[in-house]
């Protein structure tokens, strides 16, 4: 057992998450990294409400993440594990969690994004700090749901 998909999207554990990835990938655990969810204690009951009976649910900072990995806490389930924001999974990668793929599903949208697949928006900040991630080894890749396709982060950037 391992980390079965690593997701980074804005609305981290939702109806599109829950129905279509977990059965998807069969992920009996999800990790949720967030710094700013790890101390909201009332967001994380919401989280947890979200997902469905007998999906294990953890919302960790940076550090606690980095060494429950290192201890293989992540290796005793199939885990999901989400992030909702590029600048969180850049921080938690240079801080030392080991992420061989990542899907991007989910950025969300504002001033300075342009569509780069399906409805996922990427700014210039964004496509940097994975570009850094890819030049790592990291493979990142973006894909809405399982039956919509994949697309490379170098196809993505390109439409920047």
Same mark, same amino acid.
């Given at each position: 057992m391992s980390i079965a998909?690593?997701?980074?999207?804005?609305?981290?554990?939702?109806?599109?998450?829950?129905?279509?990835?977990?059965?998807?990938?069969q992920i009996n655990e999800i990790v949720t990294i967030d710094t700013t969810l790890s101390k909201d204690a009332f967001m994380q009951d919401v989280f947890k409400m979200a997902a469905p009976k007998g999906v294990k649910i953890k919302i960790l900072d940076i550090p606690t993440a980095v060494q429950q990995q290192q201890e293989g806490a992540f290796d005793k389930n199939r885990?999901?594990?989400?992030?909702k924001n590029v600048q969180e999974l850049h921080a938690a990668c240079k801080a030392g969690l080991k992420l061989e793929e990542v899907q991007i599903g989910g950025l969300g949208g504002g001033?300075?994004? $342009?569509?780069?697949? %399906?409805?996922?928006?990427?700014d210039r900040t964004d496509a940097d700090l994975l570009l850094d991630?890819? $030049?790592?080894?990291? %493979?990142?890749?973006?894909?809405?749901?399982?039956d919509y396709p994949s697309e490379t982060l170098d196809k993505a950037v390109a439409k920047l």
């Amino acid at each position: 057992m391992s980390i079965a998909l690593t997701r980074v999207d804005f609305r981290l554990i939702h109806g599109q998450v829950i129905t279509r990835w977990l059965t998807q990938c069969q992920i009996n655990e999800i990790v949720t990294i967030d710094t700013t969810l790890s101390k909201d204690a009332f967001m994380q009951d919401v989280f947890k409400m979200a997902a469905p009976k007998g999906v294990k649910i953890k919302i960790l900072d940076i550090p606690t993440a980095v060494q429950q990995q290192q201890e293989g806490a992540f290796d005793k389930n199939r885990v999901m594990v989400l992030f909702k924001n590029v600048q969180e999974l850049h921080a938690a990668c240079k801080a030392g969690l080991k992420l061989e793929e990542v899907q991007i599903g989910g950025l969300g949208g504002g001033p300075g994004r $342009k569509p780069v697949n %399906n409805a996922i928006t990427l700014d210039r900040t964004d496509a940097d700090l994975l570009l850094d991630l890819q $030049k790592d080894g990291t %493979n990142i890749y973006f894909q809405t749901t399982p039956d919509y396709p994949s697309e490379t982060l170098d196809k993505a950037v390109a439409k920047l």
